[in-house]
Structures are given as structure tokens and as C-alpha cells.
């Protein structure tokens, strides 16, 4: 009897410690929980939205609402507006008016060729045809995207090609940049990606963006002081250069398998990337793609 005691003690301790590690598992998955409810809570409403059935009026919580011809409830929002001009409009719509339905007006008003809508803060494109229900909290920039020549040396091809070539690489870093933002920190935020698949999928994927930007600043300071004889710019793109698009294609293969596992295994994580894409033109894994596929 005396040495089972021991024995009795031992499986004690070993089964309380297995407990306090499964409570601090639940403890942080419903702590992400409830990260992603008070800090993305339209998640949820994109997740579940179609389990209600057809003929079920969505409930209101908040805000002005009317009735579709369905019988569907059209919650009213309001979308805080950056128009070209940069003054703040305040804009309100029906949950199922889209981005583009919504600033029809901001685009006439400002004869916008092209009309480019993008998140405040990350700069990451919007869908022009996501409902405004998605953009709910965020500031939407509306400007031209439609490439306009300075003509300043309109007659060399090699400027006007060079000053193209600034245009897009431009619009691209910006979309490379914007991951971090858009998806990298609210889900580090979330405790959804550990710091390990943080630093994987986001770490090379920003340097890559970094030396672009640095790139593009010296050919812009070359274009500033253009002889039509002389001026080169190959040489900007150095060994240097090419050596970070070598490091992001040894990582890119890993960073596309986690995204994989983590779509497979991570419902807080396909949640949170259906809720973002629902408002963004360009999901994680086009993003990550974008240095090692071919240009269009």
C-alpha cells in the first residue's frame, strides 16, 4: 500500500498537468475567437450568412435598414471616403450595393478614366464589385489609375518606356507591401500565425518589396537629370538586386504549403482570408505568387 502512493501521486500530477494544457489550448483558441469577433467581426457574417434559410429575413443589429424585393433586410452603411481631391467624404449605401455602385457619383464628379479603389492604410486594391458590407470600419481611397506621360522627353522611347516601367513596378510594391498589413499583422495579431509562419510567408515577400522601392527611387532620380545620350538604368538592377528574388524563391514553395495546411486545418484562418478577399482585389496567395510568376 505505502509504494502505491507514490504511484498514485505521480499519475496525479502528470493528469493535472495534462489538464492545465488543455485548458490553456481552449484558453487561446477562444481567445482568438474572440479577437476575431470584436476586431473583424463581419468574419462571422460572411461565414455563416448562407446557412440561414432563404426565406429568413437577416436580423439587424444596427443602423438604418429596408426591405429588398425578396423580403431580404438591406442594412444602411456609411464608408468613409478619400476622394481625389483628398477631402473626407461620407458616403452611405444598402449592404448590397457594391463599391463601384457606391461612388458612381465621386467617379463622374472627377471624370475618372480609370477609377482605382484601395484600403486605407495597407493601400491594397479593393474589388470594385465587393459589397460595401465588407468595407464597414475601413477608408476607401478613390484616385486615377489611368497612366498619364509627364512628356517631358515624349519623343525618347527609352524615357517613356523607363517612366512606364516606374508606373507598374510602383503599383506592384504597393501590392507586395500591402500583405503585411491586410493579412500578415491582424492574424500575427490574432495569435492565428505563430511567429515562425509570420516571418515564412511575409519576411522575404517585404524585402523583395524594400529593394524594389530602392531600385525604383534611384531610376527615378536618374529620370530627374535624363540625357537622352548618355542615361542607363540597367545597371541599377545589380547582383544585389537579383539575390533577393533568389532568396524568395527558396521560401515561396514553403509559404504556399502553410498557406495549404492552414487552409485545410485553420477554420479562424480560411474565416479571416474569406472576410479580407471579400473586400480586396488580391487574395494572400496571389499576393505571395506575384514575385515568381511570369509578368502579363
Same mark, same amino acid.
Given at each position: ?5 507514490? /504511484? ?13 494544457? #488543455? ?10 475567437? /474572440? ?15 448562407? =446557412?440561414?434559410?432563404? =426565406? ?10 429596408? &426591405?429588398? %424585393?425578396?423580403?431580404?433586410?438591406? #442594412? ?17 449605401? =444598402? =449592404?448590397?450595393?457594391?463599391?463601384? #455602385? ?6 463622374? *464628379? ?31 481611397? @478613390? ?12 519623343? !525618347? ?42 516571418? /515564412?510567408?511575409? !519576411?522575404?515577400?517585404?524585402?523583395? &518589396? ?7 527611387? *534611384? ?12 542615361? #542607363? ?21 514553403? %509559404? ?11 477554420? !479562424? ?22 514575385? @515568381?510568376? %511570369?509578368?502579363?
Amino acid at each position: 500500500m505505502e509504494d502505491s502512493c507514490p /504511484l498514485n501521486n505521480v499519475a496525479q500530477q502528470a493528469e493535472a498537468q495534462r489538464f492545465r494544457k #488543455q485548458s490553456k489550448k481552449i484558453g487561446r483558441k477562444l481567445s482568438r475567437r /474572440l479577437s476575431l469577433i470584436t476586431k473583424v467581426p463581419n468574419i462571422f457574417n460572411v461565414k455563416f450568412a448562407g =446557412s440561414e434559410s432563404p =426565406s429568413t429575413p437577416h436580423k439587424i443589429v444596427h443602423g438604418v435598414s429596408a &426591405a429588398a %424585393a425578396d423580403g431580404t433586410i438591406l #442594412q444602411a452603411h456609411e464608408i468613409t471616403v478619400i476622394a481625389p481631391d483628398k477631402t473626407q467624404r461620407l458616403m452611405t449605401g =444598402s =449592404s448590397d450595393q457594391t463599391i463601384k #455602385q457606391l461612388l458612381a457619383g465621386l467617379v463622374f *464628379e472627377f471624370s475618372l478614366e480609370l477609377p482605382g479603389y484601395y484600403l486605407g492604410g495597407s493601400l491594397a486594391e479593393i474589388d470594385e464589385n465587393s459589397t460595401i458590407d465588407f468595407l464597414v470600419g475601413d477608408i476607401v481611397i @478613390v484616385q486615377e489609375d489611368q497612366f498619364h506621360s509627364d512628356q517631358k522627353h515624349e519623343n !525618347d522611347g527609352r524615357y517613356c518606356l523607363t517612366e512606364k516601367f516606374i508606373y507598374d513596378e510602383m503599383a506592384y510594391i504597393t501590392c507586395l507591401k500591402s500583405a503585411k498589413e491586410l493579412y500578415g499583422e491582424p492574424l500575427r495579431r490574432m495569435d492565428i500565425l505563430s511567429i515562425e509562419e509570420y516571418d /515564412l510567408i511575409f !519576411d522575404k515577400l517585404l524585402k523583395v &518589396a524594400d529593394k524594389c522601392s530602392q531600385v525604383v527611387k *534611384e531610376i527615378q532620380s536618374d529620370m530627374e537629370n535624363w540625357d537622352p545620350v548618355f542615361a #542607363q538604368i540597367g545597371s541599377l538592377f545589380s547582383t544585389n538586386f537579383w539575390d533577393h528574388y533568389n532568396d524568395y524563391q527558396d521560401v515561396h514553395r514553403h %509559404a504556399k504549403e502553410l498557406l495549404r495546411e492552414k487552409s485545410a486545418l485553420d477554420e !479562424d484562418f480560411v474565416a479571416f482570408c474569406v472576410q479580407r478577399k471579400g473586400a480586396a482585389k488580391n487574395s494572400l496567395r496571389h499576393i505571395i505568387d506575384l514575385p @515568381v510568376s %511570369a509578368p502579363s
